[in-house]
């Protein structure tokens, strides 16, 4: 599931637009995912950036025009390149390109590949708002979304020409993002998954809380994963400092008893529930209405027990529902991890040792998969997207199972 893009043949189509810089980053970004990448250029866009930059990055050449070339096979390389490509990127793409691809126009060497390829084309608009929100435009991109192209919907802000609205460049994360979703197959479609990450924290006084230092990057790792393979998610998240997944419902709480609330609530609908958060077990009994002066050597502070979601959660899971609990250990992972399976009614537990440098706030993760038959399964360090997807593998194979 992490090698939608891996050697893959991309085709970069770049148009002139102030926004063709960005695209630069956007070839970096699918050249990280392993996709190999060629680049195609208007006239127009070589105004605002050239050639050379892009020749570098890919280490291909780019081709700019149909005749002009030194190429031996210049005049038939739309054709060769369309043939290669698995996947076709549109960015910027401008009103002008929008309007050739919509009718069929190929009136140069970018114009005549696209009406060559057979491959999936995805599109990234960018331009003055106007320009965007025009009939035209919109007729036009009707037209290609018909015809199966993938339109990555523009961002809202500043633009360069002094105004404010859509038409702005997607972030080139956010376009790796959709078309590693385009490239995922579909095995969730249809179920509700539900996944709770990051910390809580327990007020001491208005100004200092009791936490831990989980990142949320797991969690929200499955969230995305779940949600490019299809399924409806709901990501129930402590304060964490990153941005969550695209078409996810995020629902943000502080406090262990918010939390409870929010991920209990969820539950009813929820298929496959992930229970990822590093819940504090304890909080301050009394919590100080002002913040507490610094006045004694000493400072005693009475704790009491939090809720256990997952336990409650285990209570209240229903025989068509998958739950999974994780278990962050410093030792005696399979012990603990075990003995949190049984208690707390899970069909599988993912266990970690954390610590030095281990999992807190790493963007790798080493986990072992503790499941309900007795079945015990261990990965390899590897990035915590990679995680995501097997353990996803793992818990639709149970679902579909009815455990």
């Known amino acids: 599931m992490m090698e939608q893009l891996k050697n893959k043949n991309v085709v970069l189509c770049v148009t002139g637009g102030i926004a063709v810089y960005k695209a630069v980053e956007l070839l970096r970004l699918l050249q990280k995912q392993g996709a190999k990448v060629r680049v195609i250029m208007t006239r127009a866009a070589m105004e605002f950036v050239t050639p050379l930059t892009f020749q570098a990055l890919s280490g291909e050449p780019v081709f700019t025009d149909l005749f002009n070339d030194n190429t031996v096979d210049a005049s038939i390389r739309h054709i060769r390149w369309a043939e290669d490509a698995d996947l076709v990127v549109v960015a910027p793409a401008t009103a002008n390109i929008i309007g050739k691809m919509a009718h069929g126009i190929a009136d140069d060497a970018l114009s005549t590949f696209l009406l060559a390829v057979r491959s999936r084309i995805v599109i990234c608009p960018a331009m003055n708002t106007a320009m965007y929100e025009s009939r035209a435009v919109q007729r036009n991109i009707d037209i290609l979304e018909n015809d199966g192209c993938l339109l990555i919907e523009p961002g809202v802000g500043d633009m360069a020409c002094g105004t404010s609205g859509a038409g702005r460049f997607p972030a ?13 197959p579909k095995d969730l479609k249809g179920r509700c998954v539900l996944v709770s990450a990051g910390p809580t924290r327990e007020a001491i006084d ?7 230092h989980s990142s949320g990057k797991m969690g929200y790792a499955i969230a995305r994963a779940a949600e490019r393979r299809g399924a409806m998610v709901t990501l129930v998240s402590g304060p964490v ?29 929820a298929d496959i529930a992930v229970k990822v958060a590093a819940v504090a077990d304890y909080r301050v009994k009394n919590q100080a209405e002002h913040k507490i002066k610094k006045t004694e050597e000493q400072l005693v502070l009475e704790l009491e027990k939090n809720p256990d979601i997952l336990k409650c959660a285990g209570q209240k899971k229903r025989s068509d529902q998958v739950l999974v609990g994780f278990a962050a250990e410093t030792q005696d992972l399979k012990e603990n991890a075990v003995k949190k399976l049984e208690a707390k009614n899970l069909d599988m537990i993912v266990g970690n040792l954390v610590g030095g440098g281990k999992g807190f706030g790493t963007d790798d993760n080493t986990v072992t998969f503790f499941f309900k038959d007795g079945r ?19 818990i639709l194979s149970l679902h579909s199972k009815g455990q």
Do not use: C, W, Y
Not at 172 to 184: E, F, G, K, N, S
Not at 206 to 212: A, Q, Y
Not at 376 to 394: C, G, N
């Open 172 to 184: 080139p994360a956010d376009i790796v993002d959709r078309i590693l979703t385009l490239m995922t």
């Open 206 to 212: 208005p100004v200092r809380f009791i936490s831990n």
């Open 241 to 269: 400092d990153i941005e969550p997944p695209l078409h996810v419902k995020l629902v943000k709480v502080q406090s262990a008893d918010q939390m409870k609330e929010a991920f209990l609530d969820a539950m009813g609908d």
């Open 376 to 394: 015990v399964e261990s990965l390899e360090s590897m990035d915590k997207d990679q995680v995501a997807h097997i353990l996803l593998d793992r």
